[in-house]
Each structure stands twice: as structure tokens, then as C-alpha cells.
């Protein structure tokens, strides 16, 4: 409408932007032998730990690989755009800690535009060290948003065990999951299946969604009383094992219908789509993947069932669950429809 403008980012791309991310790309690539040293941060004198393994193909990817090129170019995407902007007022993106955020934060603040707010829209995960700083790194104020609004009890929990200043927290309305209030009541409704029905819920990430369904594809003769479905991660698509193709369907469902048609889910461990089925009440198992941190929200809860091997999904699969579990929303998200901390955000930053 003539009340909005719209921006693609991308559309500041030009030959130049390429021919200096180049430039800046190789003058760093001669640094490496410098850069390589910091490996020794991975490793924990007191504990004896290295956690290097863990994140070594990540570090490379970071500051040697593609990944590199990529966030090159998005920081002369910012500078570029930003700087033929006007002074904003305000800001809101969506805080996921993506490397393209700290380009956003800097060329915001560099550019003196006001009130920079990030949006943890999801949820926020005790291993995801992505949303997490050490104090010092608060006093550097163009590393971080100036504000950033939380959806819940429980990521508020999550940063404020991590030292994230108590005064650059909002809490809102988490907009995400207005939808599960409605879910729990409609799940109450009873639908008859010949068969339980099992839903696969995908990862972003290919190797463990690849490996949780090899997993199962290798179980698939414990699966008879059971009809198996399969909802792919948007951004993670790929082919199913011929071994379990013809027993498997896969659905594009949203993740309101699934949450009421589906008995339980199956899930790996970084997916926040698990916790949207374990709040509706119904069982949830979830894969972990061995070379894989638990990254999973509900890492901490007994109701929830971790498996690894076939054995233990096998032992899993013979558990008799309860209709519904009775668990207060309330402990995870706001869910008030009228939003009216949203509303009052907005007023007071516009």
C-alpha cells in the first residue's frame, strides 16, 4: 500500500560491492595463520575438555569459507543501504543470532538511527551459544540491539542465567504461538484413527534429520501398529531412504493442523517445532544425534523421551502414554491474543 516502502537488501548488489568483498575477503585469508592460533580457546585447562572436534568444521566454514564471503558482502549490504536511509526511530528484526545481525547492529548505531529492538520469536536454548555473552561484551554497545523483547518465562530464564542486563529486556506476546491456545482446546476433540499416527518433524539441519530418519528407516519393522508421516524443515528438503519410502508419507502441513491431526511426533534435538507438540499435551520423542550437543528445549523435562539407537526407540515405542499431558503454557510463552504488550512496544517506540 502507498502507507509502506519495502526494501529488498539484495538489491543494492553490484559489481563494485563484489570486486571490494574480494578484497576484503583475501586480505583476511592471508591472516589465517594468525587466526588458526585461536583454536586453543576450544580447549578448557581446568576440565581438560576440548570442545574443538565439536566445532572445528564450523570455525573453518566461518572464517575461511563460504560463510566468510557471505558475511562480507551482507556488511557492505548494510553500510549501503543504511547509509542512503533517513534517521529511523526505531528498528525491529527478528534476533536469531545470525552473523548478519552484528552487521545490522553496527551500521545502525554507526549511522546514529534510534531504538535498534531485536525479536526473540522462538525459543532460546541452554547450548545455542548464539544467544549468549560473556558481561564485558555489553559494554560494546554496537554488538548488540538495544533492547530485545522475549516471548516467555522460560527465555527469560535462559538469558538471565546467562548475564544478559535485566534493562534491554521487553516482554511481549509470543506472536508465534498464539495459535496454541486454540490447539489445546481443539485436541480435546476426539479423532478415531485405525492406527496411531506418527509425525517426523525435520531439522534445518541435514545430517540430523538425515541420520533420525535412517534410524527409523532401520527400526521400520517396529513401526507395524503405527502409520508414519514426514513434515520436512522448509529450508532442509532432500530424498528419503528407499528403505523407508513406500511406509512413510510426506505431508506440508502447518504446524497448527499437525498438532491436531497427529497422535505424537518425533523430533532431533535443535528443532523448536518439538515444543509446539509437547504444549498441546501429546508425547513427543526426540532423536539425538551422538555427535550432536542437546540442544533441545525441553532438554530438562521428564515427561519428554530422548533416544539415540534403535533400542532405545524400540523401548520408547512400547510406552503406554496418556491421552493429554497436563502442562501450564503459561511456564513457556505469553499467550494473550489481545497483545497488549505488544501494542504498548509499539506505542512507546514509534
Same mark, same amino acid.
Request: include cysteine; glycine fraction near 2%; proline fraction near 3%.
Given at each position: 500500500t502507498q502507507n509502506y516502502n519495502h526494501i529488498i537488501i539484495n538489491s543494492f548488489f553490484n559489481t563494485k560491492l563484489v570486486f571490494f568483498s574480494f578484497i576484503k575477503y583475501f586480505k583476511i585469508i592471508l591472516q589465517f595463520s594468525k587466526i588458526n592460533k585461536f583454536r586453543t580457546i576450544f580447549f578448557h585447562e581446568q576440565?581438560? *575438555?576440548?570442545?574443538?572436534?565439536?566445532?572445528?568444521?564450523?570455525? =573453518?566454514?566461518?572464517?575461511?569459507?563460504? %560463510?566468510? &564471503?557471505?558475511?562480507?558482502? *551482507?556488511?557492505?549490504?548494510?553500510?549501503?543501504?543504511? %547509509?542512503?536511509?533517513?534517521?529511523?526511530? %526505531?528498528?525491529?528484526?527478528? =534476533?536469531?543470532?545470525?552473523?548478519?545481525?552484528?552487521?545490522?547492529?553496527? #551500521?545502525?548505531? /554507526? #549511522?546514529?538511527?534510534?531504538?535498534?529492538?531485536?525479536?526473540?520469536?522462538?525459543?532460546?536454548r541452554f547450548w545455542d551459544l548464539r544467544y549468549h555473552f560473556c558481561k564485558e561484551s555489553f559494554s560494546k554497545s554496537f554488538l548488540h540491539?538495544?533492547?530485545?523483547?522475549? $516471548?516467555?518465562?522460560?527465555? =527469560?530464564?535462559?538469558?538471565?542465567? %546467562? $548475564?544478559?542486563?535485566?534493562?534491554?529486556?521487553?516482554?511481549?506476546?509470543?506472536?508465534?504461538?498464539? /495459535?496454541l491456545k486454540k490447539n489445546?482446546?481443539? !485436541?480435546?476433540?476426539?479423532?478415531? /484413527?485405525?492406527?496411531?499416527? !506418527? *509425525? !517426523?518433524?525435520?531439522?534445518?539441519i541435514y545430517e540430523y534429520t538425515y541420520n533420525m530418519i535412517r534410524l527409523i528407516a532401520d527400526s521400520i519393522e517396529k513401526f507395524k501398529?503405527?502409520?508414519?508421516?514426514?513434515k520436512f524443515h522448509p529450508g532442509n528438503i532432500f530424498e528419503v531412504p528407499n528403505k523407508i519410502k513406500k511406509n512413510i508419507i510426506i505431508i506440508n502441513n502447518k504446524m497448527s493442523e499437525i498438532i491436531c491431526e497427529f497422535d505424537i511426533a518425533i523430533g532431533s534435538c535443535s528443532g523448536s517445532a518439538n515444543l509446539e507438540f509437547f504444549l498441546s499435551g501429546k508425547p513427543i520423542y526426540i532423536y539425538k544425534d551422538p555427535k550432536q550437543l542437546n540442544l533441545s528445549p525441553l532438554r530438562s523435562n521428564? $515427561?519428554?523421551? &530422548?533416544?539415540?539407537?534403535?533400542?532405545q526407540l524400540a523401548k520408547i515405542l512400547k510406552i503406554k502414554y496418556p491421552e493429554h499431558n497436563l502442562i501450564s503454557m503459561n511456564d513457556y510463552f505469553?499467550? +494473550? +491474543?489481545? !497483545?497488549?504488550?505488544?501494542?504498548?512496544?509499539?506505542?512507546?517506540?514509534s
Amino acid at each position: 500500500t502507498q502507507n509502506y516502502n519495502h526494501i529488498i537488501i539484495n538489491s543494492f548488489f553490484n559489481t563494485k560491492l563484489v570486486f571490494f568483498s574480494f578484497i576484503k575477503y583475501f586480505k583476511i585469508i592471508l591472516q589465517f595463520s594468525k587466526i588458526n592460533k585461536f583454536r586453543t580457546i576450544f580447549f578448557h585447562e581446568q576440565l581438560k *575438555v576440548d570442545l574443538w572436534p565439536l566445532y572445528k568444521k564450523q570455525f =573453518y566454514i566461518s572464517l575461511y569459507g563460504s %560463510s566468510l &564471503f557471505q558475511n562480507i558482502i *551482507v556488511t557492505f549490504y548494510f553500510k549501503n543501504t543504511l %547509509s542512503k536511509l533517513p534517521i529511523q526511530k %526505531s528498528g525491529y528484526y527478528l =534476533y536469531e543470532g545470525q552473523s548478519w545481525e552484528r552487521a545490522l547492529c553496527y #551500521y545502525w548505531k /554507526h #549511522y546514529n538511527f534510534k531504538n535498534l529492538i531485536g525479536v526473540a520469536h522462538s525459543t532460546i536454548r541452554f547450548w545455542d551459544l548464539r544467544y549468549h555473552f560473556c558481561k564485558e561484551s555489553f559494554s560494546k554497545s554496537f554488538l548488540h540491539p538495544d533492547k530485545i523483547i522475549l $516471548n516467555g518465562k522460560m527465555q =527469560y530464564k535462559e538469558l538471565i542465567s %546467562s $548475564n544478559y542486563p535485566k534493562n534491554k529486556i521487553i516482554n511481549a506476546e509470543a506472536l508465534r504461538y498464539l /495459535h496454541l491456545k486454540k490447539n489445546k482446546i481443539s !485436541i480435546n476433540k476426539k479423532i478415531k /484413527h485405525k492406527k496411531i499416527k !506418527i *509425525v !517426523i518433524l525435520g531439522d534445518i539441519i541435514y545430517e540430523y534429520t538425515y541420520n533420525m530418519i535412517r534410524l527409523i528407516a532401520d527400526s521400520i519393522e517396529k513401526f507395524k501398529d503405527f502409520e508414519l508421516y514426514l513434515k520436512f524443515h522448509p529450508g532442509n528438503i532432500f530424498e528419503v531412504p528407499n528403505k523407508i519410502k513406500k511406509n512413510i508419507i510426506i505431508i506440508n502441513n502447518k504446524m497448527s493442523e499437525i498438532i491436531c491431526e497427529f497422535d505424537i511426533a518425533i523430533g532431533s534435538c535443535s528443532g523448536s517445532a518439538n515444543l509446539e507438540f509437547f504444549l498441546s499435551g501429546k508425547p513427543i520423542y526426540i532423536y539425538k544425534d551422538p555427535k550432536q550437543l542437546n540442544l533441545s528445549p525441553l532438554r530438562s523435562n521428564s $515427561n519428554v523421551k &530422548f533416544f539415540q539407537n534403535k533400542n532405545q526407540l524400540a523401548k520408547i515405542l512400547k510406552i503406554k502414554y496418556p491421552e493429554h499431558n497436563l502442562i501450564s503454557m503459561n511456564d513457556y510463552f505469553n499467550l +494473550d +491474543d489481545k !497483545i497488549p504488550k505488544w501494542k504498548e512496544i509499539i506505542k512507546k517506540y514509534s
